[in-house]
């Protein structure tokens, strides 16, 4: 059964960091392109970046919104996936979940429960 | 960026009704994708590859459409599917989304 398991969120003031965590099972983690994916409360899901798999590099890919700030690396030793966020905002307080990639014609499988990031003074 | 134009924003349905939800893409796209999401869950693929109930999904959903123009379809409305349902786009980055409708059982 593939399963995601995000950590991690909380309060941070403006400005501040804070590093997520996804641990994943159930499958191959090298084999997959691991995606970050956030929804402010009460609105429609933004795709922040991804990590191909091992076919191709582990390079990252990020959204233009979050480029710069967010950075996004797995530990295929431990079937762990990551975000770091810097300088965070008030508009980056959102629910964040981590999802599995699939297909040429790209798509989410497998999506965590999520985890809250409250960015706040 | 492609933008993901659902429409309706809510709607609510009967018990037994038929209800179709549009997705229009700004830009033509292979295909389309729809979640699910339930209140306080996450969302959950539903129809992949603009046709394609994911494994679970009941056969009263379908999808179809092409280009810049998708739907989503109930052929009997049930209690169970009340929930937003929102649109992905595959095909190019940044990946997107619609801004989802919510559906409501009467």
């Known amino acids: 059964e593939v399963k995601l398991l995000e950590s991690g969120g909380g309060l941070v003031q403006p400005g501040g960091s804070m590093r997520l965590s996804c641990a994943a099972s159930g499958f191959t983690f090298t084999d997959f392109y691991m995606n970050w994916i956030r929804q402010p409360a009460g609105k429609a899901p933004e795709w922040l970046g991804f990590i191909r798999n091992k076919a191709n590099g582990y390079t990252t890919e990020y959204n233009p919104s979050v480029k710069g700030r967010f950075t996004i690396s797995r530990d295929n030793t431990q079937n762990m996936l990551y975000l770091q966020m810097n300088t965070l905002r008030a508009e980056d307080t959102a629910t964040y979940y981590c999802?599995?990639?699939?297909?040429?014609?790209?798509?989410?499988?497998?999506w965590g429960q999520g985890v809250m990031v409250t960015v706040s003074s | 960026e492609i933008v993901l134009t659902q429409s309706p924003n809510t709607m609510a349905a009967s018990p037994g009704e038929k209800v179709t939800i549009t997705c229009r893409a700004s830009?033509?796209?292979?295909?389309m994708y729809w979640y699910q999401q339930m209140s306080d869950a996450s969302p959950k693929l539903w129809i992949y590859d603009t046709s394609k109930l994911a494994s679970g999904v009941p056969d009263r959903f379908s999808g179809s459409g092409s280009g810049t123009s998708y739907s989503l379809t109930i052929n009997t409305m049930e209690a169970e599917d009340a929930a937003t349902y929102y649109c992905q786009q595959c095909c190019s980055t940044p990946f997107t989304f619609g801004s989802g409708t919510k559906l409501e059982i009467k």
């Open positions: 999802a599995r990639g699939v297909g040429y014609n790209y798509y989410f499988d497998y």
């Open positions: 830009s033509s796209v292979s295909y």
